[in-house]
């Protein structure tokens, strides 16, 4: 079983900047992490899970309308780890982030991480 440890995550006040780290201390992790879309979701108390981004394979990424031109996310295949930089944080950036991997398999595998607490402060 893959098992995704995310790092990074902190207080910071409104208007500064987090990077968010995700890899995995599986040995032969990066066959599975060059071959899988991976994604960052982030929880605020008493809300449900909501997609923040993903990256492809190829390194095309996507972003929820609320984070878009702050964050960026990214992939090093040669590291096996996955990052989300968040500039101009704003209070309601507050919430557990966790890394999602969706593994190619048969049937596919989506699995996450036990998520890194980020709280923004006004």
């Known amino acids: 079983q893959v098992q995704l440890v995310e790092s990074g995550g902190g207080l910071v006040q409104a208007g500064g900047s987090l990077r968010l780290s995700c890899t995995s201390s599986?040995?032969?992790?990066?066959?599975?992490?060059?071959?899988?879309?991976m994604g960052w979701f982030r929880q605020a108390p008493g809300n449900q899970r909501e997609w923040v981004a993903h990256?492809?394979?190829?390194?095309?990424?996507n972003y929820t309308d609320s984070v878009q031109g702050r964050f960026t996310i990214s992939r090093d295949n040669a590291k096996s780890t996955l990052y989300l930089q968040m500039n101009s944080l704003k209070p309601e950036d507050t919430g557990v982030y966790h890394c999602?991997?969706?593994?190619?398999?048969?049937?596919?595998?989506?699995?996450w991480g036990q998520g890194t607490q980020v709280t923004v402060s006004s």
């Open positions: 599986r040995s032969n992790f990066g066959r599975f992490f060059t071959t899988s879309l």
């Open positions: 990256i492809t394979t190829d390194g095309t990424a």
């Open positions: 999602s991997i969706l593994i190619p398999s048969t049937p596919p595998k989506n699995l």
